[in-house]
């Protein structure tokens, strides 16, 4: 009986640590394409559900998953009203790789570097790709690590739940 008592509080503690883990998107100065700053406040708490795609053009994860989501991100925008930003991690010395790779592929997403790096340290995280889900208000919702094909539709099944929301 002890056992079942302490299951069932462990339980409890996972489902509403998952909850309270819910935080903000974090504040932060990225740097676009072409050079200017933007701050994450700018697509985090724009009122709209957004994916935030972390990538480098070093990881072929991470471009097969924003490949992967390019054929269908027209649908999203339509069906949910959201929009994806995908976050570089590539250093200074190889932004440079960054723009003619975007165009190559044909990418419609919003492109933004965090070379310093100061985002993904706000964020805690260690290897890409790595992709944040977050509400209109700008928390993060859901959060997945790594890439295998299909996982773009477990990310649409989460979009889709938290429009109907």
Not at 58 to 76: G, Q, V
Not at 112 to 141: K, R, W
Request: aromatic share 10%; net charge negative.
């Amino acid at each position: 009986m002890k056992l079942i008592k302490l299951f069932s509080l462990v339980l409890m503690t996972c489902f509403f640590s998952d909850a309270i883990a819910q935080k903000a998107f974090p504040t932060a100065s990225l740097k676009s394409l072409d050079g200017k700053t933007v701050s994450t406040d700018d697509f985090a708490k724009n009122g709209k559900i957004t994916v935030v795609s972390f990538w480098a053009t070093w990881c072929s994860p991470c471009k097969k998953e924003l490949d992967a989501i390019a054929d269908i991100y027209p649908d999203w925008q339509e069906a949910y009203d959201m929009d994806l930003v995908a976050v570089t991690i590539d250093t200074r010395r190889a932004l440079s790789k960054v723009g003619p790779m975007v165009e190559q592929k044909g990418w419609e997403y919003t492109v933004l570097s965090d070379s310093n790096q100061e985002l993904m340290q706000a964020l805690n995280f260690q290897s890409v790709p790595m992709t944040y889900l977050l509400d209109t208000e700008g928390n993060i919702v859901y959060k997945h690590n790594s890439y295998v094909p299909g996982d773009e539709y477990e990310l649409e099944d989460k979009i889709k739940a938290l429009a109907e929301k």
